[in-house]
């Protein structure tokens, strides 16, 4: 079974810009969740989203937003890049995004703003 | 408010001996607790949990301990091998919601061989 996808990879934007980030989770899977990952602050929550709904949302502003298609695949995106948006996003998916569930994670995508 | 501590960033220890990692919360509504192992250039990957009904939970050579009363658990690996050298992330949620998972800031652990 192909494990969670992220693209791009790695991607360099320029303050003021706007960035959507991709994730595609394991075949299944109908929760996806998004985490920003910075030194020193470890993963932080952005949001959860199942069956296209977003059930849950971390302390982020609004420039922040995700959505999820019918085949779970999501989308994050950030308008108006900031410097201290430079991070390490992760996607996660799991079954059905009960706390029990095990989350399987991405490779993540490393956002640099300059 | 980092509701989820892990205070040591790093952590040496040598091939075949314990290593222990520690983590304390703040949130009292946390009842289900993980540990996940994240290798450079991967996704964190999924270790032990321990839900808050138990105070110890085993799997190979990865045990998990939760103390309540203290806020506190600790992950002990016996024997420590090379390729557990990794990031260790501690994370905590409240079992009554859905998947809102809190991580630690997590601490690198290198054992030495």
């Known amino acids: 079974k192909a494990g969670v996808t992220q693209t791009p990879r790695y991607l360099i934007k320029t303050r003021g810009q706007q960035v959507t980030l991709s994730c595609s989770p394991i075949?299944?899977?109908?929760?996806v969740s998004w985490y920003q990952q910075t030194p020193g602050q470890g993963l932080q929550f952005l949001f959860e989203?199942?069956?296209?709904?977003?059930?849950n949302k971390g302390n982020f502003p609004g420039r922040f937003s995700g959505r999820q298609f019918s085949n779970s695949r999501s989308e994050m995106n950030v308008s108006t890049l900031e410097l201290g948006d430079s991070a390490l996003y992760l996607c996660?998916?799991?079954?059905?995004?009960?706390?029990?569930?095990?989350?399987?994670f991405g490779p993540g995508t490393r956002l640099t703003v300059l | 408010d980092q509701q989820v501590k892990q205070n040591s960033p790093s952590l040496s220890v040598q091939e075949g001996r314990i290593s222990i990692l520690n983590c304390d919360y703040t949130?009292?509504?946390?009842?289900?607790f993980l540990w996940y192992k994240k290798y450079p250039a991967e996704g964190p990957t999924f270790l032990i949990s321990?839900?808050?009904?138990?105070d110890k939970n085993e799997d190979g050579r990865f045990t998990v301990f939760l103390n309540k009363s203290a806020k506190h658990l600790s992950l002990h690996i016996v024997p420590s091998q090379p390729g557990d050298s990794a990031v260790y992330f501690c994370?905590?949620?409240?079992?009554?919601?859905?998947?809102?998972?809190?991580f630690g800031t997590g601490t690198k652990l290198q054992v030495i061989p």
């Open positions: 989203y199942f069956s296209e709904t977003q059930r």
């Open positions: 075949s299944g899977h109908r929760s």
């Open positions: 321990i839900s808050s009904i138990k």
């Open positions: 994370a905590a949620s409240n079992s009554g919601g859905y998947q809102k998972v809190t």
């Open positions: 949130n009292s509504m946390f009842d289900y």
């Open positions: 996660a998916s799991s079954l059905e995004g009960q706390t029990f569930n095990e989350q399987f």
